[in-house]
């Protein structure tokens, strides 16, 4: 069993930035891929970005130019850099890991 903490989550204006970060049980090495997701009211959950293997990234058309995923080995933790926000990225942010495990998700509300 894996357990991942969320936190970061806030609320912005549009084109500020927020910073979520996410910290695993276990080594987060071992765990990937690993990323971030989110789900809108009444909508499904969709990748935002995710790090396959290695430096190998992946980041839906929405975001990219304006998110970045990095992690930190030693820390067992993965970020979601988010620059230049905007309305449509309200949702719930969840880490998700193996694509097996999830964490409780932190919310993030950009207002125009």
């Known amino acids: 069993q894996v357990q991942l903490v969320e936190s970061g989550g806030g609320l912005v204006q549009a084109g500020g930035s927020l910073r979520l970060s996410c910290t695993t049980s276990r080594s987060i090495i071992s765990l990937n891929p690993v990323g971030w997701y989110r789900q809108a009211p009444g909508k499904q959950r969709e990748l935002v970005a995710t790090i396959i293997s290695g430096s190998s990234t992946k980041y839906a058309d929405s975001v990219k130019g304006r998110f970045t995923i990095s992690r930190d080995n030693a820390k067992n933790q993965v970020y979601l850099q988010m620059n230049n926000l905007k309305p449509e990225d309200t949702a719930v942010y969840y880490c998700?890991?193996?694509?097996?495990?999830w964490g409780q998700g932190t919310q993030v509300t950009v207002s125009s």
């Open positions: 998700s890991a193996l694509l097996m495990y």
